[in-house]
């Protein structure tokens, strides 16, 4: 048993020890820096004007200039640095600013037969959301509805049922509990960071147990489908009806743990995710759009995880050294600087 164990070991890795025999990473490699603009502000029409595009791609270029004052692109080496800036939605009716995502992409460098390669197909990258609090959002309790052309309930009133379902998709958990590390910075589950203006009303509202709970048996009692809206619609009321008047009134959270509403999803009962909206209050509108207002991305908490993959990678020789590189030296107390006042 041990031999066949030992004789299936050398198979799995030995695909990863010939890797780093015949494509070791080339770490002394000069490298490059290079920012491409992905029709930021083509893809959607949202009504942005020529002046606030222009200043905001420059702005963009701040962003970046900042990100490479980390370690990493001190005499970079062993990498190209290739990002894009995507486009995102259109602000919305809780937004303002002009939405988009950073995508740095970590191309390292290795030796191919002799030659000097990139790893440029889907290169591991790192990337972050600007002006966009959708971005970092959890469950949300709306749905995608469309107008039925058959609807099986007697009566039904789209636009009612429509009215309902967009209330509910203002509604989101946030991902994990919220920690406030001070000047403009929270953090999320231990990963998720959050960059904003802490002189400003709160980027999210918290949601009442009771106003969510009846909006969700308010959709199923709209529901075109007379089938699904009897069934659901009779287990949400029991559901609510388990909730005694006293709790109804405090915040929602999303539900992982309280057997007495599965179907609705949410509980009274206080968790690491509360359940929000966002706050169109933040918004500075008397900045231009161009402004940049708010900002998140990921990085760990535990940064030793980065130093020990760091190490794996490099004995390894595998893609994503030079990514790991960056997330260990980053420094995310440089952000706030950014967010305008």
């Given amino acids: ?15 990863f020890v010939l890797r780093a025999q015949d494509y070791p990473l080339l770490t002394e490699h000069p490298g490059g820096f290079k920012l491409t603009d992905w029709g930021v502000y083509t893809h959607y029409n949202c009504g942005f004007t020529k002046t606030e595009t222009t200043a905001n791609y420059q702005k ?48 390292d460098y290795f030796l191919n037969k002799g030659k000097v390669s990139l790893y440029r197909i889907e290169p591991p990258s790192w990337k972050m959301q600007v002006n966009d609090i959708y971005s970092f959002t959890g469950k949300s309790y709306g749905s995608s509805v469309s107008k039925p052309t058959e609807p099986t309930k007697p009566g039904f009133e789209f636009e009612k049922w429509k009215a ?3 209330r509910l998709k203002e509604c ?11 000047n403009g910075i929270d953090r999320y589950g231990s990963e998720l960071i959050v960059v904003y203006n802490p002189e400003r009303p709160q980027y999210w509202l918290p949601v009442s147990f009771r106003e969510l709970a009846e909006d969700l048996i308010a959709y199923w009692r709209l529901h075109p ?3 699904q809206s009897e069934i659901a619609l009779q287990m949400a009321e029991q ?36 359940v929000v909206r ?39 020789q ?20 950014l967010i305008e006042k």
């Fill in 60 to 107: 963009i270029i701040g962003i970046t200039d900042l990100v490479r004052k980390n370690p990493v692109f001190t005499d970079q080496k062993g990498f190209e640095c290739e990002t894009t800036v995507y486009a995102k939605n259109c602000p919305g009716k809780n937004g303002y600013a002009i939405p988009s995502e950073i995508s740095f992409g970590f191309c």
């Fill in 225 to 227: 489908d007379k089938l």
């Fill in 278 to 316: 966002i706050n169109p209050a933040y918004w500075n509108k008397k900045l231009s759009r161009a402004a940049i207002q708010f900002i998140s991305f990921n990085r760990l908490t535990d940064t030793r995880r980065y130093t020990r993959e760091k190490a794996e990678k490099l004995k390894l």
């Fill in 1 to 15: 048993m041990k031999k066949t164990a030992a004789i299936l070991l050398c198979v799995v890795m030995c695909p």
């Fill in 172 to 182: 989101f958990s946030i991902p994990g509990a919220r920690e406030v590390l001070g």
């Fill in 239 to 274: 559901e609510y009806a388990r909730i005694p008047e006293a709790e109804r009134n405090g915040w929602a959270y999303n539900n992982t743990y309280d057997e007495r509403t599965p179907l609705l999803g949410i509980t009274p009962v206080q968790g690491p995710e509360p």
């Fill in 164 to 166: 309902v379902n967009e």
């Fill in 318 to 337: 595998s893609n994503g050294y030079n990514l790991t590189r960056f997330l260990e030296a980053l420094d995310i107390t440089l952000f706030a600087a």
